[in-house]
């Protein structure tokens, strides 16, 4: 037992089993978590409106998103640039079942069933190939798949509907015009939306405990050894290239039904929500703000991105109006450069504190 | 050995971690001027450390490394490489992509050859007269060994440092080589020398200091050492009395 | 006798693939708009060229590779449009002298304030990261996004145009092909570039030290060169590239947006992993041979210009999985 451990109260036996022995940590992290957990739980009554319920269910899907990158960049130490690959995969899987005309819950699933499949199958294929080069040769490598993925989504126009996208019907239950309840509850009217919002919320709990499952398996301790001496692991027997290959599929899998979750919540597709580089750039901000190596993390660094994407603008509008007069500074502060904002934290934490902010409340010091 | 004031580099105490493994466990050696000394020793004894970290490439953690008068301990590797010292590492560090020109050109001085070396250099090693120009990739392990310790004496240097140029050679590799180090040695090059090869460090060596977990755990004359087998069987071991 | 023939065309085999593509360019398109294409795709390479070889040189010589490459192309065509403003009067003349004065000037300043901030970036930014790949990454994409945001902070969010200069517009015909003529300036400048940097890396006793360093920086510090100086060096001088490279893509685009370098991040990394990364001839010749099969296929089927780079590449991994020339393993 390492010495933070020991301040660590054990959580009682079934609620430990839930999170495989692997509690959040130390005690402002556990409450930090359950409040995200109940805030999530009741996130259509405590924040009521359109835009609230689209940004807690964009943070749900980008913590399995995040979640699952992590299990390749922070517990096994790859680079990949091809993960909005798989989530659009999976996206376009439930898209494509949606938009050719068949709606109906045997569509969701077998669209999120064969995404999630053809991401398997394609991260095993890229895995397989380049695993076995450098690290900085298998990073560039994805980017160009990456590239080349969405160029085939933007000419494949008779599949993909192209530059445009698919609009589609989802099932009536999911629509918002199905009210579940004759009355509003709490004053929230139960419709399609909020629905939706709820089988993402309860897919986002079950996927991240089966990621923490997998990373706290005997698997996961394979992978982490992996990147810290992937020599020594391969001299121990292990055959490397296979089980980054496989951590690789589960991530892409993984992200793939994030993607058949977005598809349902949007009830459209294109390649700018799920396949574009600057979407590449929003997971590596939230694995890194939120802490390598720790999933708990992916959860800090996605709401604390997607928070800033919506609301952060608010604030840059705020202080631009307030120092309107000043040339430069107003530029600097105009709501459309919260990038510039979020890039200047990203590399500050980078040198700063390169376990995240949840490495960071994990350690003791 | 008599390490009186014609030492021109003297280890005291010198500490050298690579990572979390300590692996100099406080080096005392004296190398004298004009003369050959051998360093040996088992396996993981710390010779290889030992040049390493005169040359800068391994930082001491504590004790002095003294040449000339001048602290090395403190020096970058560059600076270190231009008081006089020249290194031929264990793997030779031959540019294989350059040719053997382009390799001993690296290793002069800004100005270029300087003729009266070069002369005596390709005298001593004709084999690069004709390999002159191809790439040093395309040459056989003696032959690189003989390229890294041409390029080594193509300037006029103070100190040699060498790691073990004979292993893995054939034996008229072996031969050509030590001849090339008797020729040095006959100029009063001063040269420390790591060897595994008694019979090599037999024939070259004037002095000797052996090596064991990190310290040296004996210095003197080498013909001493090669005249007394007990000594050698108990500081040396198996390793040494396989290479007789 | 037969294992030597092999080993012959093994080695020159990676030579003979750009001559072998321009050649079955030629049936596949016709006479007449192969020549234009084949002058458009080497233009295009060589500009690739630019900022592809500082990019290639910096991962040889210190195993870093710095994703925010891409920002020194787009400053360096911003800068080009802050310079030409005020020499619209020379550019706008038909006189070829002033204009390619004023084109110079843009591309000394471009190159000057790309090196410059390349300087910078080195100090501030590279230098945490050496040895440690995956915070390179995560570090040169984190400062991408901020240099690109301080540009538009600069410059603004819309495009700026950038006219090519009176004497450089249109065309000339070689037989009944048309040829841009700023292409074949650019071709022109582009080769001169190439050229320079040949002879320094070949000629030269510091180009003898990077070739040196690229395979062994240990061995060349224990020669008595200070690597740190030399990567100080390479890193402005590949950032200028860059920076050459934004300004000559830009005032053949004649228009400038920030997302002028990510659009060619793609392209540069197919060319260094297609000619081996570290490798400054295989650069040259991944970057010739993605700028012909994007013109080429680009005439053959619009919609593939960038996805046939991207098969090229594949084919070529699997044919030699370390790309065309690949460099000793540090």
Sequence with gaps: MTPAQQFVRRPPGWLSWIVSDDPPGRIGLNVLMLAILLALAFAPFLFPGTKALGVSARICIFVILVASYDLMLGYTGIVSFAHTMFFGIGAYGVAIMLAKGWVGWGAVILGAAAGAAVAAVVAAFIGMLSLRLRAIFFSMITLAIASFAQIVAEQWRNLTGGEDGLTFSVPAVLRPSFHLFAKPVFGVVVNGPVITYYITFVATLILFLLMLRIVNSPLGLVLRAIRENEFRVEAMGYQVVAYRTLACVLSAVMAALAGALMALVLRYNGPDVTLSFSLMIDILLMVVIGGMGSLYGAVIGAIVVVLAQYYLQNVLAMISAAIAGMPVMSALFHPDRWLLWLGIIFVLIVTFLPQGIVGRLRSRH | MTAGNDAILRLQGVHTDIGRYRILHGVDLAVRRGRVTMLLGRNGAGKTTTLRTIMGLWRARQGQIIFDGQSLTALETPHIARLGIAYVPENMGIFGKLTVRENMLLATAPRGFAQPYLDRVLDSFPMLKVKWDSAAGSLSGGQKQMLAIARAIIE??????????????????????????????????????????????????????????GRVIHTGAMAALAGDDTLQHRLLGLSMAAAL | MKEDWRNHMRRWAPYALTPLIILAALPAIGAGPWLTLTVAGLTMGIMLFLVASGLTLIFGLMDVLNFAHAAFVTVGAYVTVTVLRPLAGWTMQTSLTLNLIALLVALIAAAAASGALGFVFERVIIRQVYGAPLRQILITIGALTIIEQLVVVIWGPQALVLPKPASLRGSVFIGSSPIETYRLAALAVGLAVALAMHLFLRRTRLGLVVRAGV????????????????????????????????????????????????????????????????????????????????????????????????????????????????????
């Excluded at chain 3, 400038?256 to 991040?265: A, L, P, R």
């Excluded at chain 3, 060319?271 to 296929?297: K, P, Q």
Aim: with cysteine; glycine share 12%; aromatic share 6%.
């Design chain 2, 156 to 213: 006029q240097r103070r100190l040699l440092l060498i790691d073990e140029p004979t292993k893995g050679l054939s034996p008229a590799m072996v031969d050509q080589l030590v001849g090339a180090l008797l020729r040095l040695k006959a100029e009063q090059t001063t040269i420390l020398l790591v060897e595994q090869n008694f019979r090599v460090a037999e024939a070259v060596g004037d002095e000797v200091a052996v090596m064991d977990e």
């Design chain 3, 215 to 330: 395979e062994n920086r240990e061995m060349v510090q224990a020669l008595g060169y200070h690597i740190r100086r030399v990567f100080i060096g390479v890193f402005m001088a590949g950032t200028a590239l860059a920076g050459m490279g934004g300004m000559m893509w830009g005032q053949y685009q004649e228009t400038v947006n920030s997302q002028i370098g990510d659009s060619m991040t793609i392209l540069v990394f197919i060319i260094l992993i297609i000619g081996g990364l570290g490798s400054v001839g295989g650069c040259f010749i991944g970057a010739i041979l993605v700028g012909l099969t994007t013109n080429y296929v680009g005439f053959l089927a619009p919609k593939m210009a960038l996805g046939s780079n991207i098969l090229l590449m594949a084919a070529i991994l699997l044919w030699q999985p370390r790309g065309l020339f690949p460099m000793a393993e540090h």
